[in-house]
């Protein structure tokens, strides 16, 4: 059998390897961790990002109705209405 000192010098030979190699596998997945998150938090480009949703029914606004009308034409201050 070896020696006890061969045998320790084994285990810590092992040990090192071991933390070198988790060490590096952590250090790699930061890495990518930290690209992904740049990538998703990257200020968006006009036209490159997607708009997600949408209207239900887009053909309601093809036409204002009367409340739409009026209430534009209180803001625009062309209300002609009862007031002087």
Known sequence: MADEQTT???AY???IVLFA???WFIARKAGENRA???EANAPKIA???TLEGGA???AQFDEPDEDALDEM???LG???GGED
């Open 8 to 10: 320790r010098t084994i």
């Open 13 to 15: 030979v092992v040990l």
């Open 21 to 23: 190699a988790m060490a």
């Open 36 to 38: 992904d998150m740049l």
């Open 47 to 49: 036209g490159e990002d």
């Open 56 to 58: 239900k029914d887009p």
């Open 73 to 75: 034409a209180e803001l």
């Open 78 to 80: 062309e209300d002609d």
